[in-house]
């Protein structure tokens, strides 16, 4: 009698855990090139990048729909088109953001003012999973808006490395100018690694009964490109100099602290059941061949400055496979909600579609409507892609049509010999600006 009881209780325990909520890692880097990490770039030491990626579903179409700082974190954190909340450009930092609800910026065509602050009436995903049970703490570059817009009025409960600003000063201390604003470090701490260090301690202490989701947007690799000095040095005796060897030894950093997480969530016995994800928001300040575009230069939109590096690690993923289904970061919201138990059709106004299909292999990932990338800095402001076409607009009412799996270069313009499918999709493109209300800016 005794052994059925316990035989019992084995397979109670064992359920429960099967069926416990999965905790989440989101690590967002900033300006993070696509194939820049050591697997696709032996130039690079990024061991535990690599080992993540080999571990994970990599999605190697994915995309920021709108490949901006600000912009880009109203997408993942909402999963809803920025543009909607006419959130297009940076939002100013420090006093910039004070100045008023919207800004202009001087070499844009369209005078499209972009809102300096992401209201706080926006759902997030730390304010979804906080209904369902989750304890939400986040780390770094915000970018959201200033104090009365910070994280911990979006849903967050714990928060550390909050700052005014869009990026740093300095990645070693002061790291920001002003007082406040994260400059409580005295000593030669990298950035990086400070933040780092905040998450690990926060999870070594950690004791709520509740799942936890856990956020950190990374300031690096965001400019001043400035590597920690040991790092540096690695690349510099390797052959690579100048600003390159300080990227390189910045995306260093960041392996370490992806090492450093890891080795913490198996220290607190939560590894098994941890779902993490490993983005970035935009593409490299440098060239990223054979793509075309980069981070700024009025291409960004091409997939140089639009695809970005995305992988899923999770317990019950096809290790190491690659998914070349097309994706953005509205894709991570609906995602998070389902593997959380919730369910995306509670939230009508997302934009993303759930990623729960094709990272667990399991029912069928459907998007009826197409991609839409969109920025307000210059001629070059929105794209299209559904079908296998993408369709790239400009305000003085250029056209640019390509076939991605053929020309992932983007050098073959197909506009003129496909006109129907260029028509198509901007006629889709027009409808979207009226629906989202921002047709007045339009190049067309």
């Known amino acids: 009698m005794k052994k059925v009881f316990f035989a019992m209780l084995f397979l109670l325990s064992v359920a429960a855990t099967s069926d416990a909520k999965p905790n989440f890692l989101i690590l967002f880097v900033d300006d993070w090139g696509w194939k820049d990490y050591g697997l696709e770039n032996p130039k690079l030491i990024t061991p535990n990048i690599d080992q993540l990626r080999g571990q994970s579903v990599y999605f190697s179409r994915a995309v920021s729909p709108s490949p901006v700082c600000s912009p880009s974190r109203v997408a993942l954190m909402t999963g809803r088109h920025p543009a909607k909340m006419q959130i297009v450009r940076h939002i100013p930092s420090g006093e910039g953001a004070k100045g008023g609800p919207s800004h202009l910026w001087p070499r844009d065509p369209a005078k499209f003012p972009s809102k300096n602050w992401m209201k706080l009436e926006e759902v997030t995903y730390a304010e979804a999973l906080k209904k369902l049970g989750y304890y939400n703490a986040f780390f770094g570059k915000w970018h959201l808006g200033g104090e009365a817009y910070y994280p911990d009025k ?77 790092l540096v040095e690695k690349y510099n005796k390797a052959g690579i100099q100048g600003k390159l060897a300080e990227y390189y030894a910045q995306i260093s950093a960041v392996d370490e602290s992806v090492g450093r997480i890891r080795e913490a969530l198996k220290k607190k016995g939560i590894a098994e059941n941890t779902v993490i994800f490993l983005m970035s928001d935009q593409g490299s300040y440098f060239p990223t061949p054979p793509l075309r575009g980069k981070k700024s230069g009025g291409h960004t939109l091409c997939e140089g400055g639009a695809r970005i590096p995305f992988f899923v690690y999770w317990k019950n993923v096809a290790k190491g496979s690659e998914e070349k289904t097309r994706i953005d970061l509205n894709d991570v919201f609906p995602t998070l909600l389902e593997m959380a138990g919730g369910k995306p059709s509670d939230h009508p106004q997302l934009d993303g579609v759930s990623l729960l299909p094709l990272i667990a292999g399991k029912g069928k990932f459907v998007r009826r409507e197409p991609l839409i990338g969109y920025r307000a800095y210059e001629d070059q402001y929105a794209s299209v892609f559904q079908e296998g076409w993408k369709f790239i607009g400009y305000r003085s009412g250029k056209k640019e049509l390509y076939r991605l799996e053929e020309d992932e270069s983007e050098e073959d313009n197909l506009a003129e010999e496909h006109p129907e499918v260029t028509e198509n999709l901007l006629r889709k493109l027009i409808e979207w600006e009226k629906k989202v209300g921002v047709e007045k800016y339009s190049g067309y």
Do not use: A, I
Request: cysteine-free; proline content about 5%.
């Open 154 to 230: 979006q849903g967050f409960d714990f928060t550390r490395g909050v700052s005014d600003f869009g990026h740093p000063r300095s990645f070693f201390p002061h790291y920001f100018s002003g007082k406040g604003n994260y400059n409580d470090e005295s000593g030669e701490r990298y950035l990086t690694d400070k933040l780092t260090d905040e998450l690990v301690e926060f999870l070594e202490q950690y004791d709520e009964k509740k799942p936890l989701m856990m956020t950190l947007w990374y300031y690096g690799v965001h400019t001043p490109h400035q590597g920690r000095k040991d």
